[in-house]
Each structure stands twice: as C-alpha cells, then as structure tokens.
C-alpha cells in the first residue's frame, strides 16, 4: 500500500516562510505532487517532482529526496491569499495505476 | 490553456431524482477522473478513463455511473443517490493516466435531500 504523512496545520505571519513536509512510504515511486486548494475551491496543481533536487516556481519551491522517501514544499514571502490547504500525492504503482494517492492536507494560516 | 469546466456549479437533488454533472477540457488530454471530496478531506478518486476507456473503478456504488462520449468529454450520471453522497464532485485530466500533474475542474456541489 501507499500512505503520506503531512502536518495537518501550520500558522505563519505574512512575509515568512513555511516549509511543509511530507514523507511518503510506497512499494513503488515515480514522484512526488503538490496541491493548492483553498477553501470552496478545486484544488489546483502546483509541482511535481520526479527526480531529487529542490524546483522553484516563483515563491514556491519543491524538494525531493527519494533516499529519504522524503519531500517539501517551500512558501516564500507568505501572503493572506496563500491560506489554504496543501496536499502532497504520489500516482500510484500498483493495483489502481493511475491513481493519485493524497495525503491529509496541511492547512496553511497566515496571520497579518 | 489549462482549463477544466464542469456544469453545474451547484446541485440539489432528491434521492428519486436522476441528474448528470458533466466536465469538459481541451488540453489533449487523454486521462479523466472523477473524484469526490467531502470537507476538510483530500479528493478521493471514483473513477479514472484512460483514452476514452474505463480503466479503474474505485468500487463505487452503481447509483454512479460514468461515460466518456469523446477525449474532451466525461459525465457522471446520477440516479438513487443518498444524502451520505453530498459532497464535492471534482473532475480532473492529465496528458496520460501515470501522471503527477492533474488539471482540477472547479467542481459541482452537489447536496441530496
């Protein structure tokens, strides 16, 4: 089976930076998503890292470390509008190919 | 352009009733899906097309049904549904079905009484 393990909240200031952390165990591994959904809305794609190695995307960056079975996302120069949940998903490998395998969410606050 | 449209917004349905949310994107893209998603919950998946072939069903109920006319297209027709099914319908694609890079639809509300 698959599972991720994210926070389920963090709270920062505006301006700050939030790392968000999720550890992945999978029988197989083609790589790491993140996702945006605020609250009433879709969730919307923000990376997806195959290989290791940190990908920027203007304020957002992602890491992946496949040895560590282990990834973030990164929010930079925090704003109100980056209040939302975050999920991090793996496709998985086996029985249901295809199927994207979320974790809990992570609910981002960002305070004045 | 990376748009998912999906009609209705909104849906309030009797358990009698028989309705259908449909979702449409122009990306090329040959995988679709359906997910649900209850509040505070990631999406969970229903259903995945891969070139216009059904080829995972989640088990869901057979008060679900879906269809995919042609590579733009997905519908989900819905008939006997039970008020544990109110929720947020999400349809998404992807350029292939092995792929971490999904386009989200913004969803039907869908509440039954």
């Known amino acids: 089976g698959q599972s991720l393990e994210q926070p389920s909240e963090v709270t920062a200031v505006e301006g700050a930076i939030v790392q968000i952390n999720c550890t992945y165990q999978?029988?197989?591994?083609?790589?790491l998503s993140w996702y945006q959904q605020h609250d009433g809305g879709a969730p919307t794609f923000l990376s997806y890292n195959a290989l290791d190695g940190l990908e920027e995307t203007g304020r957002f960056s992602s890491f992946l470390s496949r040895s560590d079975s282990y990834g973030y996302l990164l929010l930079q120069e925090l704003q109100m509008k980056d209040s939302a949940s975050y999920f991090c998903a793996v496709p998985s490998t086996t029985d249901s190919w295809g199927k994207l395998q979320f974790g809990a969410g992570t609910q981002v606050v960002v305070t004045p | 352009d990376t748009e998912v449209t999906q009609t209705p917004k909104h849906l309030v349905m009797g358990m009698t009733n028989k309705k259908s949310l449909k979702c449409e994107q122009h990306?090329?893209?040959?995988?679709m899906y359906w997910y649900k998603q209850k509040a505070k919950k990631p999406p969970e998946l229903m259903f995945v097309y891969s070139y216009e072939k059904l080829s995972i069903n989640e088990s869901v109920p057979s008060r679900f049904s879906p269809e995919c006319p042609n590579s733009s297209l997905l519908n989900l027709h819905l008939h006997a549904l039970q008020p544990e099914d109110s929720a947020l319908y999400l349809c998404?694609?992807?350029?292939?079905?092995?792929?971490?890079?999904?386009?989200f639809g913004p969803g039907t509300r869908l509440t039954v009484t």
């Open positions: 990306m090329g893209h040959r995988a």
């Open positions: 999978t029988s197989g591994f083609y790589g």
């Open positions: 998404a694609s992807s350029r292939i079905r092995q792929d971490g890079e999904q386009y």
